[in-house]
């Protein structure tokens, strides 16, 4: 089974950034990053293939970038101007080859004065 350690969540204030890390387990094929606010239901953030094509949510376009490094079989996803919506729990999420969806154990960014 595939595993998804996520890193890099906190507090921060609006405007500001911070990067967050996904180490998987194996080599796979599209990741990406979800979040889910209280009360609302999870969302796409932004997705990368192994072959670099990238996508974002429209909300997060021109703020944030999502890169991976398939030697270390980890993502990233850079967050800058940061504002108070973007509080939410993310989760790395991962298809492997065959299609088989992995999450990670989610880590949680405020972003709050």
């Known amino acids: 089974q595939v595993q998804l350690v996520e890193s890099g969540g906190g507090l921060v204030q609006p405007g500001g950034s911070l990067r967050l890390s996904c180490a998987a387990s194996?080599?796979?094929?599209?990741m990406g990053w979800y979040r889910q606010a209280p009360g609302k239901q999870r969302e796409l953030v932004a997705t990368?293939?192994?072959?670099?094509?990238?996508n974002y949510a429209d909300s997060v376009k021109g703020r944030f970038t999502i890169s991976r490094d398939n030697a270390k079989n980890t993502e990233y996803l850079q967050m800058n101007n940061l504002k108070p919506e973007d509080t939410a729990a993310y989760y790395c999420?991962?298809?492997?080859?065959?299609?088989?969806?992995?999450w990670g154990q989610g880590t949680q960014v405020t972003v709050s004065s």
């Open positions: 990368i293939t192994r072959g670099g094509s990238t």
């Open positions: 999420h991962a298809v492997d080859v065959l299609g088989h969806g992995s």
């Open positions: 194996v080599s796979l094929y599209t």
